[in-house]
Every structure is written in structure tokens, then in C-alpha cells.
């Protein structure tokens, strides 16, 4: 009886110690992000952006559209392979690139101190701060204190929600607390229950906002900042450098002829002409 036990057990670590190598290896494997030397010799690159990230990235008509859908039309035309892209939840996009599924995170990815340890990112493509929304009329919130004690939607592992602690800071100098946090896979289901009153205000950024608000008028509004400064740009792994030198290379063409002010001005509302071309959180 001991020794058939003993047996098992052998096996069973046997089988463990295959399945790390393995692990091991296929961690290796996926760890690695193709440089722009290989994207070249394969001749494809893989891009993801987001499906529901209004006006950036989202679906219309079945169709990818938005400023960085628009913007990446622009890219295809300077790149001497195909460029081939992947619509994805944001959950797994930042972590796709920082893996090696994907090449580069064409989204709008605010830039953290967090996320700077795993990417690196492109000239930023807008300014984003970090406001709040609330429904339409609600009398109970008119500025920041008011927001003490109530619950808040957010999107899980957004910028949003790594920034919180800056309107934590913000309302304990007026004596209050951050209340119950509520994380979504998407905003549209945050919005979508900010309306149902299953939560009080919900925290993104102004130019999401202003296209929630000019979609919606009558149901939401905006409030005011509760972060300081925040940008978005492009991502790819960390350490990819000729990758971002040519991604850079082509933001800055787009400044240069002005096209990125037209989008932004088309898409996100306003344009941004005095962008930092490097930005440090």
C-alpha cells in the first residue's frame, strides 16, 4: 500500500515539475514582443484596440471607428507591411502588449506610473483629466465634498481607477471619505447604472464625458476634475525601442501637418496643440 502511495506521489511531482517547465517555457515564449526587424521579416503587425471606449475606439455598424481608428488609417499608409488588428475588451489589452500577443496598444492608454513599469508609450494624443459624471438634476452633489460616502463606478484595471486615491486625497482635506467603489468591464454598463441610481457618480475622462453628455443630455452631466493632469497615448512592450521610434516618428509627422489637431478637433471636441511629447506621471 506505501509504495503504490509513494508511486503516486512521484508522479504527481513529476507531473508538477513538467507542468512549471513548461510553464516556464511558454511564459517565456509569450513574454517575448517581436521587434520592429521582426514584424518587418514576418510582414504583418498585430494591433488591439478597444470596443467601447467612445469617441477613441469603439463599434459602429459593425465597423471599427473613432479618433485612433482614424488615426491608425493614417499609420497603415506609412508602413511597409500589413497591419493587422484585433477589437478586444479592455481587460486583456495592455496586458496582450505587455506580453508579446499583441505589437502595439493603439488606444487610448492613459500613462501611469504603474503602467510605465511594463510599456512604454508613444507621444501622448491628448489631454485627458479625470472629471466625474452624475445623473442630471442631482441636487446631492454639486462639488467634490459632496462626493464623500458615495459609491462610485469605475472601469477595472483603468487609469481611472489607479488615480482614485488623488480625489481620496481631495476629500479628506475637506473632512470626507471615498466611498464603496464599483469596477465594470466597460463604462457603458457604469453609465447604464449610474442612470438605475446603483451608483452616485461615475469617473472618467472629460472627453469620454463630453461624449456621454452630448449623447445623453437629459440624463447625465458633468461635475468637475478629481485628478490632476492625466494623457493617453499608444503602448508597447517596455524596452521595444525602434517599435516606438517609428510609432513616434509617425505621431510626429501627424503634429507637424496638423491632421491630429483635425482629428481631435472632429473627434474628442477640442484641440490639443500644446502637447508635451513626452509626459513622466
Known amino acids: 500500500m506505501m509504495n503504490a502511495i509513494n508511486q503516486l506521489m512521484r508522479r504527481a511531482l513529476l507531473a508538477v515539475g513538467f507542468v512549471a517547465v513548461a510553464g516556464v517555457s511558454l511564459s517565456s515564449t509569450v513574454a517575448h514582443s517581436a521587434t520592429l526587424a521582426e514584424i518587418k521579416a ?3 503587425m498585430i494591433v488591439a484596440t478597444e470596443d467601447d471606449y467612445k469617441p477613441f475606439e469603439f463599434m459602429e455598424d459593425g465597423k471599427p471607428t473613432g479618433f485612433d481608428n482614424e488615426l491608425l488609417a493614417e499609420f497603415r499608409k506609412t508602413v511597409p507591411f500589413e497591419i493587422r488588428q484585433e477589437v478586444i475588451p479592455w481587460t486583456g489589452l495592455l496586458a496582450g502588449v505587455s506580453t508579446g500577443k ?3 496598444a493603439v488606444t487610448a492608454a492613459m500613462i501611469t506610473k504603474e503602467r510605465v513599469k511594463s510599456l512604454d508609450f508613444s507621444m501622448p494624443i491628448a489631454d485627458s483629466t479625470h472629471y466625474y459624471a452624475k445623473r442630471k438634476g442631482d441636487d446631492s452633489i454639486k462639488e467634490i465634498k459632496d462626493l464623500a460616502g458615495k459609491t462610485v463606478g469605475v472601469q477595472a484595471g483603468s487609469a481611472q481607477l489607479e488615480k482614485l486615491p488623488e480625489l481620496e486625497a481631495m476629500l479628506a482635506k475637506t473632512g470626507g471619505k ?3 467603489v ?3 468591464t466597460s463604462y457603458p454598463e457604469a453609465y447604464q447604472d ?6 452616485d457618480f461615475v469617473v ?8 456621454l453628455t452630448k449623447d445623453k443630455p437629459d440624463t447625465f452631466e458633468i461635475g468637475q476634475a478629481v485628478s490632476g493632469q492625466t494623457v493617453p497615448a499608444w503602448a508597447v512592450a517596455k524596452g521595444n525601442t525602434e517599435l516606438l521610434a517609428l510609432i513616434n516618428s509617425f505621431m510626429a509627422e501627424q503634429r507637424k501637418s496638423g491632421n491630429i489637431l483635425k482629428l481631435q478637433e472632429k473627434w474628442l471636441g477640442q484641440a490639443f496643440p ?3 511629447e513626452t509626459y513622466q506621471p
Open 178 to 180: 471615498l466611498g464603496k
Open 182 to 184: 464599483v469596477q465594470y
Open 42 to 44: 514576418r510582414g504583418y
Open 204 to 211: 472618467n475622462t472629460i472627453i469620454n464625458l463630453r461624449s
Open 274 to 276: 500644446d502637447l508635451p
Open 102 to 104: 499583441y505589437d502595439v
Open 194 to 199: 449610474l442612470a438605475l441610481k446603483r451608483v
